[in-house]
């Protein structure tokens, strides 16, 4: 257990529809970072929150936001949903901003099904 | 995009044998890690080795890191059925304005049979 909590474990919706992701970081840790895994792209970097702000972006979508609240959890927001967006997101947390030996411990993910 | 490149890409071995995973990177690296994923689970972490270490060990683990041929080696001695997960080696990379960023590879899937 890496003490990185995610709700829920499974979601199914329908295209076109907008969905929640929540994730609480470990008990210390400042940063989240939100990942989507998928069989033909593998696991992709999303983006990052440090201390309730946006730190660094990686490939995620216009229709696809985030943020961290004061009590360092976070949303992950997917709206308009297509099928390709059917993957695993996984949220991960570390003590710091990131680099150098920060290391990210992984929650159990989310597996979004879009019908 | 992929900066790690895993090979194999799956690799099947007996139990009690060892199992050697590489990983091949394309840009300068502050750190290298290696992840280890049962299936459908979360990515737990195993070992970071700086870009100035050139092999680090834990436990069963030996990575060792050359940045000249910017790879990377994970050995896994005396496997145990336990240890069939897919393994990723993750490049942990200056993204500008003060970020890093952490970019995975595909994965090598080991299969250890008892």
């Known amino acids: 257990d890496s003490g990185v909590t995610q709700t829920p474990k499974h979601l199914i919706t329908a295209t076109g529809q907008r969905v929640t992701l929540r994730c609480s970081p470990r008990s210390g840790d400042l940063s989240v970072y939100w990942y989507q895994q998928s069989l033909d792209q593998g696991l992709q970097f999303l983006i990052q929150?440090?201390?309730?702000?946006?730190?660094a972006k990686g490939n995620i979508l216009e229709r696809f936001s985030a943020q961290q609240f004061p009590d360092l959890h976070s949303e992950l927001n997917l709206s308009s949903l297509e099928l390709g967006d059917s993957a695993l997101y996984f949220c991960?947390?570390?003590?710091?901003?990131?680099?150098?030996?920060?290391?990210?411990?992984f929650g159990p993910g989310t597996r979004l099904t879009v019908l | 995009s992929q900066q790690g490149e895993e090979d194999p890409q799956a690799l099947s071995i007996q139990e009690g044998e060892n199992a050697t995973m590489n990983c091949s990177y394309k840009t300068s690296i502050n750190n290298l890690q290696w992840y280890r994923q049962n299936s459908g689970r979360g990515l737990v972490h195993l070992i970071l080795?700086?870009?100035?270490?050139r092999e680090k060990h834990s436990g069963r683990l030996r990575v060792t890191l050359d940045t000249s041929k910017k790879s990377s080696s994970l050995l896994i001695t005396a496997s145990r059925a336990a240890d069939t997960a897919s393994y990723f080696c993750?490049?942990?990379?200056?993204?500008?304005?003060?970020?890093?960023?952490?970019?995975f590879g595909k994965g090598t899937k080991l299969s250890v049979i008892p």
């Open positions: 929150y440090y201390n309730g702000e946006e730190r």
């Open positions: 080795i700086r870009s100035n270490e």
């Open positions: 991960a947390s570390s003590v710091g901003a990131g680099g150098h030996t920060d290391t990210q411990y």
């Open positions: 993750a490049t942990d990379a200056y993204s500008g304005a003060g970020s890093y960023q952490l970019t």
